[in-house]
C-alpha cells in the first residue's frame, strides 16, 4: 500500500515538469474465490482517442450504458495490448461494467482462476501505440502480497513470482 501512494506521488510530482500520460491498472487475485478482479483507469479523452485511432470508431458510451459495438472495440484493443498469464496460462478477461466519472474511464474485467497461483506474467503496452511517454500504473493484489510497478515504452513486460513472496503487502 505504502509503495503503491509513493508510485502515485512521484507521478504528480512529474506531471508538473511536462505533460504526463498515466493510466493504472489493478490486479486483485482472491485465490478463495477462484476469481481475478482488474480494474483499468484511464483519461476518458485519451482512451476514447486510442480507439478511434486503431478502429476509427468513436465511442459513444455514457456513465451508464454501454453499446455491445462499444464493448466489441474495448474489449478487442484490451486484449491486443494487454495480456496476463497466470502461472503460464493465458487469461482472457472481458468487459463486465464501467464507469464514467470527471472524465475518468474505469473499466472492471474479471476471470475466474486455477489456484493457487505461483507466477504472474503481465505485458501492457494500453495507450504506448500513441503516447510515447505514456506511463502506466501496476498493482498487483493478493491476500499477501501487494506491489505496484511502473511500466512504459522501453519496460512493459513484468514477469512476478509469488510462490518466493513472503507477505510484502
Do not use: W
Amino acid at each position: 500500500m505504502i509503495f503503491s501512494r509513493f508510485l502515485i506521488l512521484i507521478a504528480i510530482f512529474f506531471s508538473g515538469v511536462h505533460p504526463v500520460h498515466m493510466a493504472l491498472t489493478t490486479i486483485e487475485l482472491d485465490e478463495n474465490a477462484n476469481q481475478m478482479n482488474i480494474l483499468f483507469k484511464f483519461d476518458f479523452e485519451s482512451f476514447n482517442y486510442i480507439i478511434l485511432h486503431n478502429y476509427l470508431y468513436k465511442l459513444k458510451l455514457d456513465s451508464c450504458n454501454i453499446a455491445e459495438k462499444d464493448k466489441t472495440f474495448i474489449n478487442d484493443y484490451i486484449n491486443t495490448h494487454f495480456n496476463i498469464k497466470l502461472n503460464d496460462n493465458e487469461i482472457k478477461i472481458s468487459l463486465n461494467s464501467h464507469e464514467l466519472k470527471d472524465n475518468e474511464i474505469s473499466l472492471y474485467y474479471n476471470a475466474e482462476i486455477k489456484c493457487p497461483v505461483d507466477s504472474i506474467l503481465v505485458r501492457n503496452l494500453l495507450l504506448l501505440d500513441v503516447n510515447l511517454n505514456q506511463t502506466n500504473l501496476l498493482i498487483i493484489k493478493t491476500s499477501n502480497f501487494e506491489k505496484g510497478y511502473i511500466l512504459n515504452k522501453d519496460e512493459n513486460i513484468i514477469n512476478i513470482s509469488l510462490s518466493s513472496q513472503n507477505n510484502e503487502i
